[in-house]
């Protein structure tokens, strides 16, 4: 093993910054009754309202399972309504309700908070150079992830 110590580690530094990101999030939108899947699924249908369960699933990246709890608890909580499809009758459409969006800005005004503090820690050249690092490291990742289909 080399001689760099396991927290030094890019992949480690990563995963602590994606924790500290989750855990922040995940205190923020406690005070809203919401996970960051609810949210998630809050955020994408306030950009592009009227989609389905797998939609939703493929933007949260979660499976359509998972998705359908999460859009019954959001359904309990008035936050989105499903009408059938006009064009599959089988297929559930979610909306934002007046509630939902609501709840949605005041938490969205929070959370953007660590956003801008985040931005306002880098000049306009390093927020650039950071986002390409991020982008660089993301490509990396996916595509050194073994795919499901080679481990069979």
Request: aromatic share 4%; glycine share 6%.
């Amino acid at each position: 093993m080399a001689d760099v110590p396991v927290e030094e580690y890019l992949c480690t530094r990563i995963r602590r910054a994606e924790q500290a990101l989750i855990n922040h999030h995940e205190a923020v939108l406690r005070g809203y009754g919401l996970t960051m899947t609810q949210y998630t699924v809050l955020l994408a249908l306030s950009r592009e309202d009227g989609r389905s369960g797998a939609q939703l699933a493929r933007a949260c990246g979660v499976t359509q399972q998972s998705m359908a709890s999460v859009l019954t608890g959001l359904q309990n909580k008035r936050l989105i309504d499903r009408q059938p499809s006009p064009v599959h009758a089988k297929v559930l459409i979610a909306t934002l309700t007046d509630a939902g969006r609501t709840v949605l800005d005041g938490a969205y005004q929070e959370v953007i908070v660590l956003e801008r503090a985040l931005t306002d820690r880098f000049t306009p050249d390093e927020h650039k150079q950071f986002c390409e690092f991020l982008d660089r490291a993301t490509a990396i990742l996916i595509e050194q992830t073994p795919s499901a289909h080679a481990n069979r």
